[in-house]
């Protein structure tokens, strides 16, 4: 929370945008940013909103690219409206750091990056390791390497598809259970805590979808439910 400076967010609609400044009541220029002159001479920072900005991977790449060239987005040859960034051929790419400068927060830690997703750890570890050494044989292979090519079973297939199942407790939903003719029936039994902050769901019926969810003050529990219809 630093009080020196100040930011906002502005939704911006797509196309060239320009704004100032306001310090001590004086238009003020950031010289650091592109400026352009209005044909009445008045001066202004401006801003391109592209539809790659709105694309999280593709304006990754922009920042990257201008952070190491040290030019802003508008400047950087990559962010023409419609093109597509060179790193996003699905290749992996190596970032250069030092592993002895690198501290915890300071950035990404050294290594290599890329959108490539691994079938098994063995294969990422080859996937990092690039074309490095020779042929495996049977029990003389090195740790963190991968033979040239894997089989799947179908079983395997669908246990990458299939979700995990729940976890039992989560199945005793306290909506579910019958209340006790004892009990006050605007009080539910106590939950299990593994049941807090978990949204549920009921069936939709005659076009109404049930929600509901738990929460804890202390000791005490409120159960929400919300009735929407679709």
Not at 195 to 207: E, Q
């Amino acid at each position: 929370s630093s009080k020196q400076n100040f930011y906002t967010i502005v939704d911006l609609p797509l196309g060239e945008h320009q704004y100032k400044f306001i310090v001590d009541g004086q238009w003020k220029l950031d010289q650091n940013q592109p400026i352009t002159t209005s044909p009445t001479g008045v001066q202004n920072n401006v801003i391109q909103v592209r539809e790659s900005d709105f694309d999280v991977l593709t304006a990754l790449s922009h920042d990257i690219a201008s952070s190491r060239s040290g030019t802003t987005n508008d400047d950087s040859p990559s962010a023409t409206p419609g093109a597509t960034p060179a790193r996003n051929d699905g290749a992996v790419y190596h970032e250069n750091a030092d592993s002895d400068n690198y501290l915890p927060g300071s950035g990404s830690p050294p290594g290599d990056y890329g959108r490539v997703i691994p079938s098994s750890p063995l294969a990422g570890s080859k996937l990092q390791s690039g074309t490095q050494g020779g042929s495996n044989t049977a029990g003389g292979g090195q740790l963190g390497s991968a033979p040239p090519s894997t089989t799947h079973s179908s079983s395997d297939s669908k246990k990458a598809i299939t979700p995990p199942m729940l976890p039992p407790q989560l199945l005793q939903v306290i909506l579910n259970r019958d209340t006790n003719v004892q009990c006050d029936p605007n009080l539910l039994p106590q939950p299990d805590h593994v049941m807090v902050n978990h949204m549920y769901a009921l069936s939709i019926k005659d076009g109404v979808i049930v929600l509901s969810a738990i929460t804890r003050y202390r000791q005490k529990f409120v159960s929400t439910v919300l009735y929407k219809p679709i």
